[in-house]
């Protein structure tokens, strides 16, 4: 059974950086595919930044040039480094964790408010 674990939300002000963080459990690691999504209040939880066990990575238009996805195989975890933040990146953050069969695994979610 895979795990994830985020950590790395809080409250930060318009223009602030946060980095998230997602460890994974399990021996599989870097051979998945990773990402993150976000789901604000009342919206359906979507796709802010993948990474492939290659390293390629995709984003939203909404944070591209101000977010980067990065991976870390020998700690089984991955990161997003927010920069630029604006109030409307407020959102429940999830990692997600892809199998080369398919199958998805979820974290429970870290919490970014980001205040005027």
């Known amino acids: 059974q895979v795990q994830l674990v985020e950590s790395g939300g809080g409250l930060v002000q318009a223009g602030g950086s946060l980095r998230l963080s997602c460890a994974a459990s399990?021996?599989?690691?870097?051979?998945?595919?990773m990402g993150w999504y976000r789901q604000a209040p009342g919206k359906q939880r979507d796709m802010v930044a993948t990474?492939?066990?290659?390293?390629?990575?995709n984003y939203a238009d909404s944070v591209k040039g101000r977010s980067v996805i990065s991976r870390d195989n020998a700690k089984n975890t991955v990161y997003l480094q927010m920069n630029s933040l604006k109030p409307e990146d407020t959102a429940v953050y999830y990692c997600?964790?892809?199998?080369?069969?398919?199958?998805?695994?979820w974290g429970k979610g870290t919490l970014v408010t980001v205040s005027l």
């Open positions: 997600r964790l892809t199998t080369t069969l398919g199958m998805s695994f």
């Open positions: 399990g021996s599989i690691f870097s051979r998945v595919a």
């Open positions: 990474i492939t066990s290659g390293g390629s990575t």
